[in-house]
Every structure is written in C-alpha cells, then in structure tokens.
C-alpha cells in the first residue's frame, strides 16, 4: 500500500522547504520529494553562492581603495579563483546541509528521486504521485545526500500536492549554451580560471551581478540588453544612476541593442550585436554568459494530463497557490513571476496555512514584494514605479535624497546613490520606494514594512531614524516629497 501523507511537497528550495516546515509545525504529516540538492537553485546555484561571490568583489573593490580611507597596504591584493569559487560553494554545501537537518528536526520525510502526479484528490480519494529515479544524480562531493532520506522509488499519495520546482535558465535559439564557450549562471559560479573577457547578455538581477563580480575580479565585461534601461523592472531614474556607476567601473553597456548570432572559436566568441539604428558590432571575448531570463519547471510532472491550467511556462495559481486543479498547488518560480525566493517562502507560507484553514490568511500581494540586485552599486525596490504611476493615471508626489548630502555615506566613502519614493497625493499612500546605492538591499525593508502596516507620509516623517545612518536617506527622500526636506 502507498505511503499517505497530508502534504508532499515537490521541490526542496526556499518556498519547497519553508512550506514544508510550515506544515509540520500545524500539525500535518508533510513528505517533501527532491531529485538533486536540498535547498533547491536559490541556495546551491542562485541567491546565496553569488552573494558569496560578491562578498569576495567587495573586499577586493575595498582592498583596491585603501589609499582613500587612508591605509597603506603592502604589495598588491588580487583574485584567487579557484579560491573564491571554493568560498562560494563551501558557503552553499553549509546550508545545503541546514535544509537536511531542519528536515529531520521538524519530522518531515525526504523523498529521493522524480515525481509525476498521477491522481488529483477527490472528496474520497487522495491525490497521488509516483517517483522515478533521479536523472540528476549529486555530483558536487560537497553536496552529499542527506543522511534522512526515508525513502525513494515508489507510490506516495497525499490529499495535498505543493508544487515547488523552481526554474531553469532561459535559452535563446541559436545561442544555447554549451557548458564551454556560452554559460548560464551555472557555469558562471564556479569558473575553472577567469576569462579574460565577458560578453554577458542580459542586464536582469543575474546578469548584472554576474556582470558587477566579474569586473571586480579584472575582467573586461560588456553586458548587452535589448530594452532601454539596465534593470528594466527597476525605476529608469535609479537604473541611471547605477548604470553610471557600473561604467565608471569599467563596464561597457549597450542598451536596445541585441546579441542576433553568436560564433564560436576554439576558446573564445564573437557576438554580432545589432543596436536599435540597425548597425551591427562584432564582439569578440573569452566566454558570453546568457542571462535572458528563467522559465517554469512544469515539465513531465504531468500537468497536461490533470488539465492544470499553465501560461507561458509557469503554472497558473490564485492567491492562495491553488491551482483549477482541486488538491494541487504551486508557489514559487515555478508559479511565476517575480522569481524570487523570499516571494516563494512566503506563497508557501501562505499556501500551507489556508490548506490547515487556520483563519485570516492574507493572499499573497505581488505588488508589496521587494526586489534586490546585489550589484555595485545595490538596487533596491518595491512597489511600483514613477512611470508606471503615472502610466495608471495617479496623481503623484514623488520625493528623492542623495546619498552625497547624508553624512554616514559620505563617512563610508559611500556616496554615490538616492532614495525615492512615490506617493499618492490625495491619500498619502506609499506607491513605491526605489533606491541605488551602497546597502540599499539592507534598507528597503523599512519601506516594505510601512506598505504592508499601510503607513500614510505623515507617520514616516513623525518616525525618529538614528544619527548618522545611511537609513535617513529614507526619511528625507520622504520629507523631500512634501517640500519639507532638510539636508538638502
């Protein structure tokens, strides 16, 4: 007989385990099934070994500057890449190894291997699925399978199936990368030897990242991206002002411009890259990473045939994660955009507690999820932006500080980057908040919190922020909306 369960979850990433830890502590016997690393992409290819990466960027950037905070340092400071990398995937085996542990510490199965759904849940019947071998066997020494796997192959019904399968990189035709010569993010994060040159294409959160890392590290990086702005989801007056920062760096940018044909050498690439005028640039470097994106993991779990409805690579969900399917749910990536981890923990947060019909579950509010880009310098925002409160007829006030009138920056050496907000002028809503500049991914959770607790511009004025700290940015920009600005 199959082994029943309340839940399974499918996928062990951020929203996979989060949800399935929540729903051990309601009191549900909760199974999770993976196929290759606990803690999915976000913590052994995505979030969390690229921000070791940048740490690595970071400190040499600083090394590099010594002379400005008025140190002297003997000799010279440059990247071991073998040893960055081995930082980064030590950092990602450590918590590849929490996830296990949180797992056997909240008594939830691991199941190892493939699933399908075969049977969705009726008013009598569980759901079921069946799980095959795993096609992506553990190759890092690193990342060894926990030691609590309970089991493997086999039948497993549940009456509630969690999808939770992540995303992939997004190929173009034509330009596929091959492992060698085109990268995606996987073989960008563990590099046998720095290129000396980097086409990277795309200028979306992992583009520019790996952008940012890689210049850091000495390498010559252009970074090409067919709409107007860098960062396109972000603010074009933020993006601005980082796209200036990035260039002084050294980075080379082309914006409406696309990369229409890549060749290919013995050890190096040259993308013809076509600007909006029509013109054609040759590019020759040692390596083009393709960050154009990521789609859906809903292949071969057999959707199609329980008619769950999709679009365009991504299962279709309500706010709650359910599917049209009764008894199968998605949350995360897999689920759609915006493909962010701390947006799939909390849809499986969500998803798992109307499941227990605990009472007064908030659906999930895709407009109050922050985004970050780890970049130097830092993007950070949430909610919407000038142009898109404008583009929705809003009648606006719109407020903006500059890190080089607020004296911590200044003290950092830190002081090229703003804050601005949006509000709504009849209601004193905060619209939006969008911010560049050194942290800014560690401040914009203020602003996210005064959205979720829907505090009008007069409580953000009345609020005492400490002295110095760059967080009075956030005040000012505030003040600065309502004509009332003081440093500035």
């Known amino acids: 007989m199959a082994e029943s369960y309340d839940v399974i979850i499918i996928g062990s990433g951020p929203g996979g385990y989060v949800a399935a830890i929540r729903a051990s502590q309601l009191g549900l016997k909760t199974a999770i099934v993976e196929r290759e690393h606990m803690g999915g992409i976000c913590l052994n290819w995505g979030c969390i070994p690229t921000k070791a990466l940048l740490r690595s960027a970071e400190v040499l950037d600083h090394a590099n500057h010594f002379k400005d905070y008025g140190l002297v340092l003997e000799g010279t400071v440059k990247p071991d890449a073998k040893a960055v990398v081995g930082r ?30 075969t049977k969705a849940s009726t008013g009598t019947q569980a759901g079921e699925i069946v799980v095959g071998k795993s096609s992506k066997p553990v190759v890092e020494p690193q990342h060894p399978l926990p030691k609590n796997v309970k089991s493997g192959e086999g039948t497993y019904t549940a009456k509630h199936i969690i999808i939770a399968t992540g995303a992939r990189p997004r190929a173009l035709p034509g330009i596929e990368p091959d492992g060698k010569l085109i990268w995606t993010y996987f073989e960008a994060l563990k ?14 959160a992992i583009g520019i990242e790996f952008a940012s890392f890689y210049r850091s590290m000495g390498v010559d990086v252009t970074v090409v991206e067919v709409m107007p702005t860098i960062m396109p989801v972000e603010d074009a007056e933020i993006t601005a002002i980082a796209r200036k920062q990035l260039e002084k760096r050294g980075l080379k940018i082309f914006t409406s411009a696309k990369v229409s044909k890549v060749d290919k050498a013995t050890n190096s690439v040259t993308a013809h890259v076509e600007t909006a005028d029509g013109k054609v640039q040759q590019i020759t470097a040692d390596r083009l990473i393709s960050a154009v994106g990521v789609q859906g993991n809903i292949e071969n779990l057999g959707l199609e045939a329980l008619g769950v409805k999709t679009d365009r690579g991504c299962v279709v969900i309500d706010g709650y994660g359910k599917t049209n399917v009764a008894g199968i749910y998605a949350i995360g990536d897999v689920a759609g955009p915006p493909m962010l981890a701390h947006k799939a923990e909390h849809e499986g947060v969500v998803c798992v507690e109307k499941i227990a019909g605990l009472p007064n579950v908030h659906p999930t509010d895709k407009g109050k999820v922050p985004g970050c880009t780890y970049c ?12 898109k409160a404008k583009e929705q007829g809003r009648d606006i006030r719109v407020g903006r500080f500059s890190f080089a009138a607020n004296g911590k920056a200044i003290a950092l050496g830190e002081d090229q980057g703003m804050v601005k907000v949006i509000f709504d002028k009849k209601t004193g809503e905060l619209l939006g908040a969008h911010m560049v500049g050194a942290e800014v991914t560690e401040l914009i959770q203020g602003f996210v919190v005064a959205m979720n607790l829907e505090t009008t511009e007069e409580e953000l004025m009345h609020t005492i922020f400490p002295h110095p700290t760059v967080s009075e940015t956030m005040k000012e920009a505030v003040l600065d909306a309502y004509g009332r600005v003081l440093n500035a």
Not at 91 to 99: D, P
Not at 191 to 204: A, Q, T
Not at 376 to 387: F, H, K, R
């Open 88 to 117: 980064s995937r030590a950092v990602s085996a450590r918590l590849n190894a929490g996830v296990g542990f949180l797992m056997k510490k909240n008594k939830i199965d691991i199941i190892w291997g493939e699933a399908k759904i």
């Open 191 to 204: 590099p046998d030897v720095l290129p000396k040159s980097l086409i990277v294409m795309g200028s979306g």
């Open 376 to 387: 130097n310098p830092q993007v950070a925002s949430v909610g919407i932006t000038e142009a």
